[in-house]
């Protein structure tokens, strides 16, 4: 069996951003304006194996659980929260840009988030990744894909990986 093609156009490079080099960062909810640098952040690294693609129908549908990190008034980074059951959430589509790389982007993306399931009462998080020294950091260990339960590969269905996925499965105890 042949895997599909993702139906996006990504991009080979990104713009360069425009922001100081002690640029106060805020984390905040994307808003829907953010979508098209969502997708050329996402989708940079996505056309490097570095992450699954996403498009901009998902993006959209999507844009609710995503925060974003903002410097200078541009969008440098992305992080989601998607909650697959009760007791088990993931994080999804945590991407930086390259030029703010290194300086804690993606921390701060990613401790709310684990804050955030906290709040709402769900004990575990997990994330399918290719990062795994960046989620180990983050207090995440690996596991056996095979232990996470089944609800959580719908999106699996549609990917062009399917059949040869090469994600680490991690999880995090949030308390």
């Known amino acids: 069996m042949t895997p599909l093609t993702p139906l996006y156009n990504p991009p080979i490079s990104l713009p360069k ?3 100081r080099p002690n640029a106060e960062l805020l984390v905040r909810r994307a808003h829907v304006r953010d979508v098209p640098r969502l997708y ?3 989708n940079y690294y996505a056309a490097r194996g570095d992450m699954l693609p ?3 129908d998902q993006l959209y549908s999507r844009v609710r659980s995503l925060n974003v990190a903002v410097a200078d008034g541009e969008v440098v ?3 989601g929260l998607h909650i697959t059951w009760a007791d088990l959430a993931e994080v999804v589509s945590v991407a930086v ?6 300086k804690g982007l993606g921390r701060h993306l990613v401790e709310p988030l684990i804050e955030e399931a906290r709040e709402l009462g769900i004990p575990t998080i997990f994330a399918l ?3 795994v020294g960046f989620f180990s950091h983050m207090g995440f260990r690996e596991i056996p894909k095979i232990h996470l339960p089944h609800k959580i590969w719908q999106d699996c269905k549609t990917c062009f990986k399917q ?5 680490i499965a991690m999880i995090r105890e949030v308390g």
């Open 17 to 19: 951003l425009h922001v």
């Open 40 to 42: 050329e952040i996402i």
């Open 54 to 56: 996403k498009t901009m």
């Open 77 to 79: 980074g992305c992080a």
């Open 97 to 102: 840009h390259p030029d703010v790389q290194g």
């Open 129 to 131: 990744t290719l990062q």
């Open 163 to 167: 059949e040869l996925c090469d994600e």
